[in-house]
């Protein structure tokens, strides 16, 4: 008997649908197909690879609204969002069609002939990615590696599995080969396991939480599997006295409270030098209070529920009788996985809601005294993959921007992510990088051929 993986509305707390699990033995047959599926798409004309990537693009926007909605319902994310994510998966797809034709070698003078080198696809690539940022995440990965000439075994979360189950039908539409992506829908434990271990394998791209990655990054050591790791951030928000106050605070709320905090860039750490805390305070909550949270299908829904009862428990306990609460927005009563956006004020770096992430709708606003101090206490975490600077004297922001061990940085801005550009962390925030030209030499292997032209 099929087993069967019920996947559920978080704003609802019902089920959604039902859809048959993945196990062992189905993520072997999809390593199968893929392994059978590889020489035939890496043999297809640069060209044409990037012909069926654009199609593949044009699909998914075609597919968008339906997407869309799905990826709302199941991750609990508001409507224009998950239309955000959706016009970045087609884009991500055409960006990278741009690829097949531009993977270019080197010639290198040697002695006696001529060297040469080719970027070579690696072959099954296995992506896992989490619930967060579905779709978006995985085209992130799915993109360099199909370019390429890979083949791959998208295992999605369980908990919200429908938009990759989608896509895998939606690029068959568009003319891909059978078995050129491959989706396996079951528990990281079993199936993502089955694929961090399989000796078909050749890499694993990989995003989640920073304790899954330590043990993908074990296990992927046995057969010396490639591995790229985008995992957990602590990614301060750092407010220098002589920024625009009111731009900052306006934008910090989102920062940290987009997808209900689910968010590996948050910048939950609001580092706010001290003469200006009171100002920046006041302004901050005015923009919490403003926060539309409610039905992610609401088109003027700004935050949705949490995943799960499971991680609303968690996130509660960092909001226990003795947290500093200073602000407090509103979420709506009954079912669903509600919890309000919250503000701890004043935080010290060195407390448990400044250490870990969180992954829910909870700020930590830490005074500093001046830009050392900032450049410490920013750089005081494990991890390292985002951040921002808020500042109006542009010798300081780029020397903080320097200084800060971090991935990527924003000044006077709270965006992390482009398409065109390398998205990653620092530390124990990952491995590789992703998106913009960056993520094709982490799915390609540099091969160098020597030809002896002397005449015999
Ligand atoms: P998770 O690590 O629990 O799960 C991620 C994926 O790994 C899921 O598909 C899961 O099924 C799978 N998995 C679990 N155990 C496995 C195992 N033993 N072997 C193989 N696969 C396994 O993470 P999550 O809770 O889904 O997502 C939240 C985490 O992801 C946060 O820590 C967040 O910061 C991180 N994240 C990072 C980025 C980034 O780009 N750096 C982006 C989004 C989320």
């Not at 690879?49 to 609204?65: I, K, N, Q, T």
């Not at 002695?111 to 085209?139: D, H, K």
Request: hydrophobic residues 45%; contains cysteine.
């Amino acid at each position: 008997m099929t087993e069967t993986l019920s996947v559920v509305e978080p704003a609802t707390e019902l089920e959604l649908a039902a859809i048959p699990r993945a196990g062992v033995e189905q993520a072997d047959a999809a390593v199968a197909r893929a392994k059978a599926a590889y020489p035939g798409w890496r043999a297809v004309a640069p060209g044409d690879r990037a012909a069926l990537l654009r199609r593949l693009a044009d699909r998914v926007e075609e597919h968008g609204e339906e997407l869309a909605v799905l990826e709302a319902r199941n991750a609990g994310k508001p409507i224009a969002d998950a239309r955000g994510e959706m016009g970045m998966v087609a884009d991500t797809l055409r960006y990278y069609a741009g690829a097949p034709e531009r993977l270019l070698g080197d010639t290198i003078p040697v002695a006696g002939g001529e060297a040469l080198t080719f970027r070579e696809p690696l072959g099954v690539v296995g992506l896992i990615v989490p619930w967060n940022f579905p779709l978006v995440i995985a085209s992130w990965k799915l993109g360099p590696a199909l370019a390429a000439g890979n083949t791959v075994v998208l295992k999605p979360a369980e908990l919200t599995p429908l938009t990759a189950v989608r896509f895998e039908a939606i690029a068959l539409e568009a003319g891909l080969p059978e078995g050129v992506v491959n989706v396996v829908a079951g528990p990281g434990s079993v199936c993502g396991r089955r694929l961090t271990e399989h000796p078909d394998v050749a890499k694993i791209a990989f995003t989640g939480s920073t304790e899954v990655g330590r043990g993908i990054a074990a296990a992927a050591a046995q057969t010396i599997k490639r591995v790229t790791l985008e995992l957990g951030g602590k990614s301060a928000n750092v407010v220098f006295a002589d920024a625009d106050l009111e731009r900052a605070a306006a934008s910090a709320p989102m920062a940290v409270f987009g997808n209900a905090g689910q968010d590996c860039c948050a910048r939950s750490r609001i580092l706010v030098e001290r003469t200006v805390l009171d100002r920046f305070m006041e302004a901050l909550e005015e923009a919490v209070e403003g926060i539309r949270v409610g039905d992610p299908l609401d088109e003027s829904t700004q935050m949705g529920p949490l995943i799960s009862a499971a991680r609303r428990e968690e996130v509660a306990s960092f909001v226990g009788p003795d947290a500093p609460v200073a602000i407090r927005g509103s979420a709506p009563d009954g079912p669903g996985f509600w919890f309000a956006p919250t503000v701890l004020c004043p935080v010290d770096n060195h407390d448990r809601a400044a250490r870990e992430e969180i992954f829910g709708p909870v700020a930590s606003v830490i005074p500093f005294e001046d830009e050392a101090d900032a450049v410490r206490i920013a750089n005081d975490t494990i991890y390292g993959l985002s951040g921002s600077i808020w500042t109006r004297d542009g010798a300081r922001a780029l020397r903080v921007a320097r200084a800060v061990e971090s991935g990527v940085l924003s000044v006077n801005s709270n965006t992390s992510v482009r398409v065109s550009t390398p998205f990653g962390g620092f530390k124990q925030s990952g491995v590789g990088r992703e998106l913009g030209p960056h993520a094709l030499e982490h799915y390609t292997e540099v091969k160098s051929v020597y030809l002896a032209t002397e005449p015999a």
